[in-house]
């Protein structure tokens, strides 16, 4: 007999039915990574749209189109029980169209302003996304909601994401965009007061140890993954999870430089690599 869920009718559900977790490129790993840590038995599908990277420097429609039909047609193919959008630009652009679309849940990924702004003591925080995310009403609608009576210093720092892809693939990681973020939200009026900064692009807590050292101690650094990964098994919460075959990642890019990302993407159980 179906119960009535939190996006309407439940029927039961296959335990081997995956998670389906999407991003540009892969900084939804941190994403899988806190995940892992609450549902090790569940089945993960972990999708990299790497062909539409980036997301930043797109158009809203842009962005709208390509993940709804992206999703739509990987559900199709893929049946999962949960789709998780792992990128804070398109979940602050597409989250409300993907969930028209499909009938399963769907979460979001949002800048983690609210608890920044219970953990501030100087009251002013700084945010690090790409130009898409900083830019949206969506994320104006948080900071007056969760932070109000504090100041929000905002930044677009595309640049950060090729030193985090880099950092994965084990290549060294160039510190000049690290330091030119860093020093554009230190340069804002106040910017000498921040003592915690949103990194809001799930690609950003990878370079979570060249960040700390930049902007130095007092600073602290907080990102949404973990309170992605609770909502995720708390939609989930009593259902079956069923693991019978290792999980897999898919690119919508190249396979020959996604292989290249093998060895990472096995560290966090992803043993196989597909095209879409």
Known sequence: MPDIGSTGWRVSVDPTSPILILDTGVGGLTVLGELRKLLPEAPVIFAADQAGLPYGEKTEAEVAARVAGLLGRMSERYRPRLAC????????????????????????????????????????????????????????????????GKTLLRHGAPELVDPAEAKLRGRPVDPAPIRAAVQALRGMPRGDEIDTVVLACTHFPLLHEELAAEFGPGVTLIDGSQGIARRIASLLEGQKLERREPDFAVTTGPLDDFKKLAPALAEYGLERLVRF
């Open 85 to 148: 959008i792992a990128c804070n630009t398109a979940s602050t652009i597409a989250l409300d169209m993907v969930r028209d679309v499909l009938e399963i849940p769907v979460v979001g990924t949002v800048p983690a302003i609210k608890p920044a702004a219970a953990m501030t003591k100087t009251g002013v925080i700084g945010l690090l996304g790409t130009k898409g995310t900083i830019r949206q009403p969506y994320v104006d609608r948080l900071e007056a909601k969760f932070a109000e």
